[in-house]
């Protein structure tokens, strides 16, 4: 017996891998063929019920948001509870499992909690109900939810609430028009969590008032342990807000992008639930000029009700659809059908509202394009990964082009890696000419858009987590692992399968201005030996790299050709033109893991320590020169590799609280303002390793913060004599 579920067990193993080989061909003879799947509407059904109720209770709000209009409107006699019962007991709620009570202001009117005793007795298999308030009116606010809370209670039916904070401190108050909100709002929020026990969250709406302030209140958000969620100001019917333009979905392109970052960031680092990720991701697609790709439930699930019993499909785009106080709402329902049907048509496909909806078909798409993509794209499968490109086709090009296909860490580039890029692109400029074709492989392509917006940069993006980077790695006369480091990271299948696919094609491959390590795990280092053995030219970026090549066996002529950043760099100097000012600043990032050696335990001690130390060492200097600013500039900006605004963030805090001569420049960080700001200052404190390179470069005073323990940074110093510019680890913990 025992022997027959092991053979039954390696039959179904074998059966599973199949299937799995199977759907894999599948995808690869349409990707070969340029098939795409189709994918359907949504199928709307005049029949359905819903199952979600927006019930806005009132009209009128105590608010003035700048997005919204509601405030503006009379006061007017609302729906009565008993009424709302009555309606709420027609067939066309019959299946509801959820209402939630929204406005205007729901605990402006004193009989909310009798509006909650109605809702249940017209509907006794609710599952839940929930709340959205400004909590503007602390006290009113408590009693009413309070109130609500008990009726619920009573009735054994779930409750939760959410409180609208659209930032931090004044950047709520501004956007709300009511000065004091954010503290209220924050007491509220924290009386329902801990006082009565209430699963409670935030909403926070973006929009172009607060687009630069959304980075600060998820930091504060993180620090005090509260969740909740995020979403662009959008067009709503029911605000009367069609006329608030200037303020809703009127981003400029740094703001767009500094959004792009941000939920990016919500994603890797705050939301958990798959479903509100996926939110985001449409969010993201929908702000790059692409279509809603989340479902939502007002297609089929939801409906509106209004606080004079008016009925809609939905709350951004419906028509009113007759009244329920008056009509039968079933009837209304069915019979005003074309009105979904106008609302799908004309605007769903781009509505940035942030309803969430079970998976669409397009997304089960591209999950499993992801899916497919990940399971090749790694550095197991190199030895597959050329028999994989021949079912790739070519990407044709003129013959009398070169195309160069560069690719590395970007996607996720730091303000040096921009430098890097901007230099290897000059560098095959000045071989070519105009007869040149880029190509720029990309993490996250929207990253690298925009670099190549800064820096004027005209090639074509593609993203390295498709078989793009397979496709053209075939097709380019030349490959480039452009820059960075060559250390332990899952990404070096970039390169690696990259170059081995171009050397399949007999094309040529260069290791452009890299450095070598750190590398303490053998898969890694492995890899790195296989990169260099399968390149045609190594430029490494400083000597202890050259060294550690050579020490790997390798016996092609291997260069010193410096990092790329600093040629560039030395490029733009002479159009820099700026006036020194009475400032010190600092280019900072988080010391992290993997640049100690000790346990993380050990670790712990040692980063408290050090950035004591460093505090004390920007201090101690800006006491001595009497500098009127103390600034914190930014080299990285992204989630992927630790955006450096949020260290500053907390060291301000942790360290410079009351420090009036602080400064934080939360804005986008280019090679042209990070290069400028250095020149003003007075000195330059640098972390990053590129911002040690960028002071140096522009002849600046500086102190360079060696957090590599004697790597990258104390490498690129001792290269270019200047290692009395070095500050390490254990001067800083030791205050010397």
Not at 4 to 23: Q, T
Not at 244 to 257: A, S
Not at 275 to 283: G, N, V
Not at 503 to 527: D, M, R, S, W
Request: with cysteine; charged share 25%; hydrophobic share 35%.
């Amino acid at each position: 017996m025992e022997i027959k579920l092991k053979l039954y067990k390696i039959k179904e193993k074998v059966k599973n891998k199949l299937a799995l080989y199977r759907r894999d061909f599948v995808f690869l003879r349409q990707l070969n063929s340029g098939q795409a799947p189709v994918c359907i509407s949504p199928l709307l059904n005049a029949n359905s019920k819903p199952t979600v109720l927006n019930l806005n209770i009132i009209d009128s709000c105590n608010s003035k948001c700048t997005m919204c209009n509601i405030w503006k409107q009379d006061e007017a006699l609302e729906i009565t509870p008993e009424q709302l019962k009555d309606v709420l007991s027609n067939p066309l709620f019959s299946e509801l499992q959820h209402v939630g009570v929204t406005g205007g202001e729901p605990t402006i009117r004193q009989d909310l909690p009798q509006v909650y005793e109605k809702i249940i007795e017209a509907l006794p298999n609710i599952k839940g109900l929930s709340i959205i308030t400004n909590a503007i009116v602390e006290a009113d606010v408590k009693q009413r939810i309070f109130e609500v809370k008990q009726v619920c209670d009573s009735f054994g039916v779930p409750f939760s609430a959410m409180v609208s904070i659209d930032g931090l401190g004044k950047a709520h108050d501004n956007v709300r028009g009511t000065q004091g909100n954010f503290k209220t709002a924050i007491s509220v929020f924290n009386y329902l969590r801990n006082d009565l026990n209430i699963p409670v969250s935030f909403g926070c709406t973006i929009s172009k008032i607060n687009v630069w302030d959304v980075d600060d209140f998820l930091f504060y958000v993180k620090a005090h342990n509260m969740y909740g969620r995020f979403r662009i100001a959008e067009s709503i019917n029911r605000l009367y807000n069609l006329d608030r333009g200037k303020v809703i979905r009127n981003f400029d392109e740094d703001e767009t992008y500094n959004l792009l970052l941000f939920f990016e960031k919500l994603k890797h680092s705050f939301e958990k639930n798959t479903t509100y990720k996926r939110t985001y991701s449409s969010i993201q697609n929908i702000l790059q000029g692409g279509d809603r790709l989340i479902g939502c439930p007002y297609h089929n699930n939801g409906v509106v009700l209004g606080s004079k019993g008016q009925l809609s499909y939905c709350a951004p785009k419906s028509k009113e659809i007759g009244n329920a106080l008056i009509q039968d709402a079933q009837s209304i329902y069915v019979n005003q059908f074309e009105e979904k049907h106008r609302i799908l048509k004309e605007h769903c496909n781009t509505c940035i509202h942030d309803y969430h909806a079970p998976i669409t078909q397009q997304e089960i798409h591209l999950q499993s394009q992801e899916q497919f993509y990940a399971r090749y794209l790694k550095i197991g499968q190199l030895h597959k990964i050329v028999t994989i490109a021949r079912w790739i086709k070519k990407i044709p090009k003129k013959n009398t082009i070169t195309r160069i296909f560069i690719f590395g860490w970007y996607g996720t580039e730091t303000v040096g890696d921009k430098a890097i890029l901007g230099g290897i692109v000059n560098y095959y400029k000045g071989l070519f000419g105009e007869r040149v074709e880029f190509v720029i492989g990309s993490l996250y392509p929207f990253v690298t858009k925009r670099t190549c917006y800064e820096l004027s940069i005209k090639a074509t993006i593609i993203s390295t987590k498709t078989f793009e980077l397979l496709a053209y790695a075939k097709s380019s006369d030349i490959v480039v692992m452009g820059g960075g480091p060559l250390m332990d990271l899952n990404e070096l299948y970039i390169p690696l399968l990259g170059f081995k696919v171009a050397k399949a094609y007999n094309n040529k491959t260069v290791v452009f201005g890299c450095g070598i390590g750190p590398l303490k795990y053998q898969k890694f280092e492995n890899a790195v030996k296989q990169i260099l053995k399968y390149s045609d030219e190594i430029k490494l970026r400083d000597l202890k790299s050259v060294e550690i090549a050579k020490s790997y066996g390798v016996t092609k002529t291997i260069e010193c050709f410096g990092d790329p950043a600093k040629v560039y760099l030395q490029s733009i100097k002479s159009t820099l033109s700026v006036k020194q000012e009475n400032t010190l600043t600092c280019y900072l990032r988080d010391w992290t893991f993997e640049y100690f050696n000790g346990s993380k335990n050990e670790f712990a001690v040692a980063k408290k320590q050090f950035e004591q130390g460093l505090a004390h060492l920007i201090k101690t200097h800006a006491d001595r020169m009497q500098v009127d600013r103390i600034e914190f500039h930014h080299m990285h900006n992204f989630v992927i590799g630790n955006d450096d605004r949020d260290f500053s963030r907390y060291f301000i805090e942790t360290y410079f609280m009351d420090d009036h001569r602080v400064t934080f420049n939360k804005k986008l960080s280019t090679v042209k303002s990070i290069s400028e700001s250095m020149l003003k200052s007075r000195l330059n404190i640098c972390m990053r390793f590129h911002s040690v390179l960028f002071a140096h470069t522009l002849d600046t005073n500086f102190i360079a913060v060696d957090y590599t323990l004697g790597g990258k940074i104390y490498n690129y110093l001792r290269d270019n004599n200047c290692l009395d510019n070095l500050k390490n680890i254990e001067d800083l913990i030791e205050h010397k």
